[in-house]
């Protein structure tokens, strides 16, 4: 079984080289359709090695095999990269950061209305939420903190994920303003990020933390990075204009992060508000 990845994995590499030269469509041989066909994922679903084509156009088909090989490659076979190297790669479909277009970045949080939740506004993508939904069941954190609690609403709905998932999971919420919401356990403190740090455990319990507040940013990654631990959970929000502060951190935190693809990519390239920044203490 070893070796048969071992193959696998070297096949994967020559073909996804090779490709990236070629037009060509033939690239999907016998070990990757098994490789493929053995992780049930959507790829199980797209007729990919049958004749027929999902674009007309020959150069988008090819884009989108290409992407879809990429995923394959950097999922399966290289879950965790470092930050660094990740930033150099774009999605072959659209030689963007992220496989979503922008059109699809803007309208992910609703249109008609933004998403809610308890009757308050969740500030969150369709996309996290779903991915957020997975990595919580995943993991199973023992405390997760957030920074940014806007109305209040992000918090409520972790807590409901967390009971649906008879979890007990301590969450800590932070935000400038006061968050005055009743029959919860959530523990919402008030604070200004810009001058003060929470007193936070350091305790190697599991940790999922999420850095939405958009203030002092750095600092506060430095701070929260002294508390984290291997195999606990970093998450940047709105990451796009955060790079230059992300790799400033990297280069100062005590911990080792690498970007977990199987997250980030879990509907696409980087089709999440964390680009590049679901992290990993390794």
Not at 100 to 114: D, V
Not at 256 to 261: E, G
Request: with cysteine; aromatic share 10%.
């Amino acid at each position: 079984m070893i070796e048969q990845k071992k193959i696998i994995k070297h096949n994967l590499k020559i073909k996804y080289s090779n490709l990236k030269k070629s037009n060509s469509m033939n690239f999907l041989d016998v070990s990757l359709q098994n490789y493929v066909n053995s992780n049930k994922n959507f790829f199980n679903d797209v007729d990919l090695y049958s004749n027929k084509k999902i674009f007309k156009d020959v150069e988008m088909e090819n884009k989108f095999l290409k992407t879809i090989y990429q995923l394959i490659y950097v999922n399966k076979i290289n879950r965790f990269c470092e930050f660094k190297n990740r930033q150099k790669e774009l999605c072959e479909f659209n030689n963007s950061v992220t496989s979503l277009m922008r059109i699809n970045s803007i309208m992910s949080q609703g249109t008609s209305s933004i998403l809610k939740w308890k009757k308050l506004n969740l500030h969150k993508s369709c996309f996290d939420l779903a991915i957020y939904t997975q990595l919580i069941q995943d993991i199973e954190p023992s405390i997760i903190i957030e920074y940014g609690s806007g109305d209040g609403a992000s918090a409520l709905w972790m807590e409901d994920i967390i009971k649906s998932l008879k979890m007990k999971t301590k969450i800590f919420s932070y935000d400038i303003a006061d968050i005055n919401i009743k029959d919860t356990e959530i523990i919402f403190k008030k604070i200004d990020l810009t001058k003060h740090f929470p007193k936070i455990t350091n305790k190697k319990v599991k940790k999922l933390v999420f850095e939405d507040a958009h203030v002092n940013v750095l600092n506060v990654l430095i701070n929260t990075d002294k508390i984290l631990n291997k195999d606990d959970y970093l998450i940047i929000e709105d990451s796009g204009h955060k790079m230059n502060i992300i790799n400033k951190f990297l280069s100062k935190s005590k911990n080792k992060y690498k970007v977990d693809t199987f997250y980030t990519d879990f509907f696409g390239i980087n089709a999440t508000s964390a680009i590049n920044s679901i992290l990993k203490v390794m």
